[in-house]
């Protein structure tokens, strides 16, 4: 008989629209929030999506931007608003990964407008209510109920020009959220089951992705996947995996999917000694031990495997350890900065984990 602890479950609070071409529901979904000017978010890559979009929307389109830029800096939220009218839209549509819905966040919690997202990779940010954003070379991150979207459009059609590269490391990404969601001290049945579902899907479909990044059903696959990760990641707290990932995007600017898929088999492989059985669902998944078999599984993808090919020095570990075990959080497996420097170094050398 399973013991079921007590738990709270939040809801997952964010109306889901999953399919195969359900951009074109972008409009229907806009109205149904009771919106009538939506303003279309981009990056540079992604603007003739955006302008497309803006088309298709007729009149309910407040145009479009597509200056959105990673991790979220200040002085392009504030240069966009102070560009806008004030009453010049109510809505904004992010279409494109976690930088795009960055900047979506950050205008939607600054003017009330509602928030349309059309995910792009599978970083998660769409599930959350968490926002960082960079200012004078320093990532501050908050949570609101005011930055979560309303609604968020999947449409596994707009993913199939994700590059390999990029399809590999996000898609990792998202298995970080659900790895760290099994032992999240806030962890409730149905994030787990949630957890344990998208680890599934996304082992599934990562191996075909990595070989043929145009197979629509292994898309649809990592995309199911990395919407449970999302959820995952906005329902229960993360712990080192995340911390460290924030340590290194935000103090020495390390990419931020790359980053994940690196420290990912590290992480886990610390904490796994700590609480074997409630990583059980990776190790089901992938077979082994976690931390090892999060490694061979990533190696498998040819994912990223050395810090040190992402600019950072042996010097830099040393800093970003004694960051990191700075401001203490919890994590299931107590750590100081020696157990983190010693985690780094195997990560910047691309070690396999002992665990
Ligand atoms: P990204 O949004 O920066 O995208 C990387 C590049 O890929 C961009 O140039 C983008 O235009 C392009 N791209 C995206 N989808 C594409 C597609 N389908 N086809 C072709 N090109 C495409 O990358 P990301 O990893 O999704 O997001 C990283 C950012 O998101 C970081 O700033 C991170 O902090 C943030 N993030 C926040 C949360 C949160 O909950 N607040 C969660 C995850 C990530």
């Given at each position: 008989?399973?013991t079921?602890?007590?738990?709270?479950?939040?809801?997952?609070?964010?109306?889901?629209?999953?399919?195969?071409?359900t951009?074109a529901?972008?409009?229907?979904?806009?109205?149904?929030l009771?919106?009538?000017r939506?303003?279309v978010?981009?990056?540079?890559?992604q603007?003739?999506?955006a302008?497309?979009?803006?088309?298709?929307?007729g009149d309910?389109?407040?145009?479009?931007?597509?200056?959105?830029?990673?991790?979220?800096?200040?002085?392009v939220?504030?240069g966009?608003?102070?560009?806008?009218?004030?009453?010049?839209?109510?809505?904004?549509?992010?279409?494109?990964g976690?930088?795009?819905?960055?900047l979506?966040k950050?205008i939607?919690?600054?003017?009330?407008?509602?928030q349309v997202?059309?995910?792009?990779?599978y970083?998660?940010?769409?599930?959350?209510?968490?926002?960082?954003?960079?200012?004078?070379?320093?990532k501050?991150?908050r949570?609101?109920?005011?930055i979560?979207?309303?609604?968020?459009?999947?449409?596994?059609?707009?993913?199939?020009?994700l590059p390999?590269?990029?399809?590999?490391?996000?898609g990792?990404?998202?298995?970080?959220?659900?790895?760290?969601?099994?032992?999240?001290?806030?962890?409730?049945?149905?994030?787990?089951?949630?957890?344990?579902?998208?680890?599934?899907?996304?082992?599934?479909?990562?191996p075909?992705?990595?070989?043929?990044?145009?197979?629509?059903?292994?898309?649809?696959?990592?995309?199911?996947?990395?919407?449970?990760c999302?959820?995952?990641?906005?329902?229960?707290?993360?712990?080192l995996?995340?911390?460290l990932c924030?340590?290194?995007?935000?103090?020495?600017n390390t990419?931020?999917?790359?980053?994940?898929?690196?420290?990912l088999?590290h992480?886990?492989?610390?904490?796994?000694?700590a609480?074997?059985?409630?990583l059980?669902?990776v190790?089901?998944t992938?077979?082994?031990?976690?931390g090892v078999?999060?490694?061979?599984?990533?190696?498998?993808l040819?994912?990223?495997?050395?810090?040190?090919?992402?600019?950072l020095?042996?010097?830099?570990?040393?800093?970003?350890?004694?960051i990191?075990?700075k401001?203490?959080?919890?994590?299931?497996r107590?750590?100081?900065?020696?157990?983190?420097r010693a985690l780094?170094q195997?990560?910047?050398?691309?070690r396999?984990?002992?665990?």
């Open positions: 008989m399973t079921i602890n007590p738990f709270v479950f939040p809801g997952l609070r964010s109306r889901v629209v999953f399919g195969h071409g951009i529901q972008t409009g229907a979904e806009i109205e149904r009771g919106r009538k939506a303003l978010l981009s990056t540079p890559n603007v003739a999506d302008e497309r979009l803006a088309d298709q929307l309910l389109s407040a145009g479009f931007y597509s200056g959105a830029t990673m991790h979220t800096p200040l002085e939220t504030e966009l608003l102070a560009s806008l009218p004030r009453d010049g839209f109510d809505c904004v549509v992010a279409l494109g976690g930088s795009t819905i960055g979506g950050a939607a919690t600054r003017t009330g407008a509602d997202v059309i995910p792009t990779t970083a998660g940010s769409e599930m959350t209510d968490i926002l960082g954003e960079t200012a004078g070379g320093e501050v991150t949570r609101d109920p005011s979560l979207p309303e609604t968020v459009i999947y449409d596994v059609d707009l993913t199939l020009t390999p590269s990029l399809t590999v490391t996000s990792l990404n998202a298995m970080a959220h659900a790895a760290e969601a099994l032992y999240a001290r806030d962890r409730n049945p149905i994030i787990t089951l949630m957890a344990t579902d998208a680890l599934r899907s996304l082992s599934g479909a990562l075909v992705l990595a070989k043929n990044a145009g197979d629509r059903e292994a898309r649809a696959g990592a995309l199911y996947g990395a919407w449970l999302g959820a995952a990641l906005g329902g229960a707290s993360m712990a995996h995340h911390k924030h340590t290194l995007g935000g103090s020495f990419p931020h999917a790359e980053t994940h898929a690196i420290l088999p992480t886990i492989g610390f904490n796994a000694a609480v074997p059985d409630l059980v669902p190790t089901k992938l077979g082994g031990t976690p078999a999060l490694f061979d599984f990533a190696a498998s040819d994912a990223p495997a050395k810090l040190k090919d992402f600019g020095s042996e010097g830099d570990l040393d800093r970003a350890a004694e990191a075990a401001n203490p959080y919890w994590n299931p107590p750590f100081d900065r020696e157990s983190i780094l195997d990560a910047w050398e691309g396999r984990p002992p665990q």
